[in-house]
């Protein structure tokens, strides 16, 4: 296994008085994809938006135990803009900022940290379009909104947002569930080549996707983490009998 770039240790997380998740330890290996599975209300996005400190923005939420990136618990050692920088996110409905050409959009988070430098924008902003393959379908129109653009082309554009601020993490809630068969494989390829930069967690209900595009899968169930391995043994060998269940369709 590769060295790890993420470790959870005892993650426990609530919504006022709901526990969501229990106690949940793993350690994410660097440059690899991690596919995140479980029948819906298991605890998946509760998850991973405790990966960057974003369930801590839901009112009532509290969590307890640790997150550790690169060796810094990111709860107490790290402030949460940097958190959110090297932990980036792409959710599960495309949501490009609807009053923002698609050059902006793709330069938001770098604005907002400060940097203004046109000629560094316009190389990021190209370098991340290509990179999404995206730029040939918008580079003679970057000023027109991004909420124009087709649904797989705004998810497009929102993982070439999270990807401009080169995070070390980046995390995927289901990017491809609202999209179309077509725009669902582009993501797919993509993600495959995302992890020659980054450690990517991709949340999803398609255990197919799961099998396709993950080098290791965890397995969630109300909470707990019932399995984690290489996708290839927790789906062809799995050591629990309710994983088994779940990968070959007889629950979820």
């Known amino acids: ?66 997150v550790v990136l690169d060796g810094k618990d990111i709860y107490t050692e ?3 803009m940097e958190v ?42 190209e370098s991340k379009l290509r990179e999404v393959g995206l730029w040939d379908e918008v580079s003679d129109d970057l000023k027109r909104s991004g909420a124009q653009l087709s649904g797989g082309q705004q998810q497009r554009l929102c993982i070439a947002r999270a990807l401009a601020t080169d995070p070390e993490v980046l995390l995927m809630d289901e990017p491809t569930s609202s999209l179309d068969p077509s725009s669902t494989a582009k993501i797919e390829s993509l993600v495959r080549v995302l992890k020659n930069h980054a450690t990517v967690i991709i949340i999803t209900h398609n255990v197919q996707q799961a099998a396709r595009v993950s080098d290791y899968t965890a397995f969630l169930y109300l909470g707990d983490l019932i399995e984690f391995g290489e996708t290839k043994k927790v789906f062809e060998s799995p050591k629990n009998p309710l994983t088994e269940k779940y990968v070959t369709g007889r629950f979820g």
Not at 18 to 36: E, H, M, R, T
Request: with cysteine; hydrophobic share 40%.
């Open 1 to 66: 296994m590769s060295e790890n770039k993420l470790k959870v240790e005892s993650l426990s997380a609530w919504f006022y008085e709901k526990q969501v998740l229990n106690q949940v330890s793993l350690d994410f290996p660097d440059k690899k994809v991690i596919a995140i599975i479980g029948p819906s209300g298991c605890g998946k996005t509760t998850f991973i938006r405790c990966l960057n400190r974003m369930h801590e923005l839901t009112p009532g939420a509290k969590v307890k135990g640790r």
């Open 84 to 125: 959110r920088r090297k932990i980036g996110m792409v959710f599960q409905k495309p949501n490009p900022f609807p009053n923002m050409s698609i050059y902006d959009n793709v330069v938001a988070g770098l604005k907002l940290m400060g940097i203004r430098d046109k000629n560094l924008l316009d190389k990021v902003v």
């Open 78 to 80: 790290m402030d949460a």
